[in-house]
């Protein structure tokens, strides 16, 4: 490369293991160039060299024989290819910025086939002015183009960004790769910021990691933000009560004290407990003689307590027992988008042996229909409404499942039975509702 381009000032390179080394470093020493690093994990500090190898491996990849060894034989001419053609951002070919003319390629040769005319002999003296004179025509334009070029770049970037900045001692989290995978990148954290170097990049104490300081561009950079831990939200004892309800400021004084005593004599409607339908059982119909029999999934250690502390809610709540069924079906610890964990169960092998129940359900059209006259419409939702149906003796051991804790069934209707809802839903509903 120096051979072609002489020596420079400075050298732009990534954090790799080849630019890292001792012997760059003797190479950079000898010849006085100054060594600069990007940050890790940002390309974009050198989007030149990535945007062309880029290009250059599309290029490979259109030409390129079936078996893709002859790949490196067809490196120099597509290389000749992309600097013989003018860019987008400059308006003129690398070969013509940098040599001050034109390249002969093989179109310009298949047109001089066509005209069949002969240059112009030049000496050498009328060579050099006229390339230098050249030059000096074509260099303000190229500056002109790549200003145009880049406000452009620069407003279609600044669309969506937003100014962010960071303080020493915030905490923040850094978009690197992960242990299992170079190629597969999270957020990790949290970590503190020690230094602002520059107004993009910022070192980062990392405890724990074998370099423990590292300058990270603020693109990969986000503010930490702790999460409320909660073991299991999927269950719970509430006693949210008439204290928990929302009574409208714009009453006034005895509208609301009217509304308070509506409350308080019906007090027990407001309960965080589920209630106890009546009335109505779920029956869950299998074939005779099939049993289900699925191994649990396995539970990682740090979920082992969530799980305990659901099933004790559960037993409190008298929603399951303690079962001695040959039926089993295992748990899903599912991950909500507020970090928390729903526990669920997986009953679809019970459900491809159950019978469905095809109880009719109410169209929507008829619905809106009813409620076109109204003026006021009311909704209720009702605690753990799936919990207040009782199941029969027989369903209970088919909804067996097991956890480090033992063997249970439910005795209310559990979610995930495919003729829970809204068969049995709807039939109680239909049941209690008033005509």
């Not at 965080?272 to 289900?292: C, N, Q, R, W």
């Not at 740090?302 to 303690?322: G, P, T, W």
């Not at 956890?403 to 039975?417: A, I």
Request: glycine share 6%; proline share 7%; charged share 25%.
């Amino acid at each position: 490369m120096f051979s072609r381009t002489g020596l420079p000032r400075e050298i732009l390179t990534d954090q790799g293991t080849p630019f890292m080394s001792r012997v760059m470093a003797d190479v950079c020493k000898l010849f006085q160039i100054k060594q600069l690093r990007t940050s890790v994990y940002h390309p974009q500090t050198d989007g030149l060299v990535e945007r062309f190898n880029k290009t250059l491996k599309m290029m490979l990849k259109r030409v390129v024989q079936r078996d893709g060894r002859d790949w490196d034989h067809l490196l120099p001419a597509l290389l000749f290819a992309i600097r013989e053609v003018p860019q987008a951002s400059t308006g003129f070919s690398p070969f013509e910025l940098v040599y001050g003319r034109r390249p002969r390629g093989l179109l310009d040769l298949v047109k001089e086939t066509w005209e069949s005319e002969s240059s112009p002999h030049k000496s050498l003296i009328e060579h050099i002015s006229q390339m230098r004179e050249r030059i000096s025509k074509v260099m303000p334009l190229v500056q002109e183009h790549l200003q145009k070029a880049q406000e452009a770049q620069k407003r279609v970037y600044n669309r969506l960004a937003k100014l962010r900045q960071f303080q020493v001692g915030d905490r923040v989290a850094v978009l690197i790769p992960t242990v299992e995978s170079r190629f597969l990148a999270k957020w990790q954290g949290p970590y503190e910021v020690v230094e602002k170097v520059g107004e993009l990049n910022y070192r980062v104490h990392q405890p724990g990691k074998r370099k423990p300081y590292q300058i990270y561009h603020i693109n990969l950079l986000k503010p930490w933000r702790d999460r409320e831990v909660s073991a299991m939200v999927g269950v719970g004892i509430e006693s949210d009560g008439v204290d928990a309800v929302h009574i409208a400021a714009t009453l006034s004084k005895p509208q609301t004290q009217e509304v308070k005593e509506f409350l308080q004599r019906n007090k027990g409607m407001f309960s965080g407990l589920p209630g106890h339908a009546s009335g109505i059982k779920h029956d869950i119909v299998t074939e005779p003689h099939v049993k289900v029999r699925v191994k649990p999934y396995r539970i990682p250690e740090a979920h082992r307590k969530a799980v305990s502390e659901e099933v004790k809610k559960m037993l409190q709540l008298d929603v399951i027992e303690e079962s001695q069924s040959e039926w089993s079906s295992p748990i899903v610890l599912v991950p909500k988008p507020n970090g928390t964990l729903r526990f669920c169960n997986d009953f679809r092998k019970l459900n491809e042996v159950s019978k469905f129940d095809a109880y009719p359900m109410p169209r929507v059209d008829e619905l809106i229909e009813k409620l076109g006259p109204a003026r006021y419409i009311t909704t209720l939702d009702l605690t753990k409404g799936y919990w207040q149906i009782p199941l029969t003796k027989e369903a209970r051991e088919k909804t067996t499942f097991s956890t480090p804790e033992g063997h249970f069934h439910y005795k209310r209707m559990p979610f995930g039975l495919h003729s829970a809802r809204p068969p049995s839903n709807e039939r109680w509903i239909g049941c209690s509702a008033p005509t």
